[in-house]
């Protein structure tokens, strides 16, 4: 295991990055596969170790429970001021266990939910010459350039009314952590669209979840979930069980 990675894993579960380390952490595992497949190796890896300890302390805390339901019948032999000593070393044994457990126990959060399920759509073209600028340049990665081209030859045309535009508009958005602006593209993509509408909606939950709206983003999870085709079906499921 790698140690550097191990502990960038542990310290993004238990929210101790900075807003920029955090940011950095996100978008290498959005741009970089390889790594977002090695740190999903390692985070399990972290949740097993995690869940271990969770088994140790609840066998630690039975074990206090016992001790306690026994001490009556055999603190009866014991000065008042023992027993009360005691009980409070016990009590306190008890609450630095569930404090460990609470600081040790994994977070699905809003933020690391969404950067395990964020992938950059591919394959990106759409019907008309007009728009090859816009896909190539969102086919090559360079999300700001293809903002840029949608900006300056698109906004104020037809084209900005495509969906199929919306949905990679939305896309570059999202991969430049423009959550704001990707939530109004993917909106603007209607069930009309049937071919895209899915991938529309699934990344409209990812925005919300980007934006820290987690009971949101599960009405949108919901309703793929209900009526979604059956790729996205299994996706929504598997995710609102996170949540």
Request: hydrophobic share 40%; no cysteine; net charge negative.
């Amino acid at each position: 295991m790698k140690e550097e990675l191990y502990i960038q894993i542990k310290r993004y579960y238990l929210r101790e990055m900075s807003q920029e380390e955090q940011q950095a952490f996100e978008a290498k595992i959005a741009s970089d596969s390889a790594f977002a497949q090695e740190v999903r190796t390692h985070a399990r890896m972290y949740e097993s170790i995690q869940q271990k300890g969770d088994q140790l302390l609840e066998a630690k805390l039975h074990s206090l429970g016992q001790q306690l339901l026994i001490a009556p019948s055999t603190a009866q032999l014991r000065p008042f001021s023992q027993r009360r000593n005691y009980l409070i070393a016990v009590a306190a044994a008890v609450v630095l266990l569930l404090s460990m457990l609470f600081v040790l126990a994994p977070q699905q959060d809003s933020q690391s939910l969404f950067a395990e399920n964020f992938k950059p759509l591919s394959g990106a073209r759409g019907d008309g010459a007009h728009l090859g600028p816009f896909f190539d340049a969102y086919e090559k990665e360079a999300y700001t350039e293809a903002i840029s081209i949608f900006e300056q030859n698109m906004a104020d045309s037809p084209a900005a009314l495509e969906p199929i535009v919306n949905l990679y508009l939305g896309m570059s958005y999202l991969s430049l952590d423009q959550a704001e602006n990707a939530l109004h593209a993917f909106e603007k993509v209607s069930q009309e669209s049937p071919a895209i509408y899915d991938d529309a909606q699934w990344n409209l939950a990812l925005t919300l979840l980007k934006l820290d709206q987690p009971e949101e983003a599960k009405k949108i999870l919901e309703k793929i979930a209900a009526e979604g085709q059956n790729e996205w079906q299994k996706k929504a499921s598997k995710l609102l069980d996170e949540l």
